[in-house]
């Protein structure tokens, strides 16, 4: 079974943005790759003018919101660097059954590589204490807001690069029952280096299509 690979636009975003992303990006693909009948919510972010829809799984909001958590620990510890956050979807299959054990391997099907730049806000070095003059404050949150704008605009064009990814790559999906595909979300944890995980990811893409055995 072949893997395809889908590599999203970078987005350069900073901490606080991380949550409303990942959420939004998440989210989008597992709605258009989820074949079990699920209830749709409408969900709007919290800094940017977009709507999308998650499908309204409490398990599955909960799995989403504990990775970016984990992303947000390493990304607090790996300042001003680019990571990955990889979705993979996969089937699982007995390999080799004997008389006293089993083993299941995972067949990988389809990967997307949420690409991300996490900067620091611009002025966070500067001392707590010091005061800033009113025209330099109000400055600043203009230009979050033109910042922010401009990112919205880039986080919807990855949107649309999803729904057409889904839409036009279908031929690989296995045939499942009505459920929620397998599928695990991998984020560099908090005692990763850079360069490990980098080089992890790249291991499993180059890999992928081949079966992974689990214990």
């Known amino acids: 079974m072949n893997c395809e690979t889908c590599h999203l636009n970078e987005l350069e975003l900073e901490p606080l943005e991380i949550k409303d992303v990942l959420r939004c990006i998440l ?7 989820t074949l079990t009948l699920v209830r749709p919510k409408d969900v709007d972010c919290d800094l940017f003018e977009i709507t999308y829809v998650q499908c309204g799984l409490a398990e599955l909001e909960k799995e989403v919101d504990e990775k970016i958590n984990q992303f947000i620990a390493w990304a607090e510890k790996h300042p001003n660097r680019k990571s990955q956050v990889c ?22 099907w389809e990967q997307w590589f949420i690409n991300l730049h996490v900067t620091n806000p611009k002025g966070q070095g500067k001392s707590r204490g010091s005061k800033a003059p009113a025209s330099t404050k109000g400055q600043a949150l203009e230009e979050t807001s ?11 064009e990855v949107l649309f690069q999803i729904i057409n990814y889904a839409n036009e790559k279908k031929d690989h999906i296995p045939p499942i029952s009505d459920r929620i595909f397998n599928h695990e979300i991998l984020v560099p944890s908090s005692s990763d280096s850079v360069f490990g995980w980098n080089a992890d990811v790249l291991r499993r893409a180059l890999s992928s299509g081949h079966s992974y055995s689990l214990n």
């Open 87 to 108: 979705l993979s979807f996969f089937d699982e299959k007995n390999k080799h059954p004997g008389w006293f054990s089993s083993k299941t391997e995972r067949v990988y």
């Open 146 to 156: 033109s910042r922010r704008d401009a990112l919205s605009l880039l986080i919807q």
């Open 27 to 33: 989210h989008t693909i597992f709605f258009h790759r």
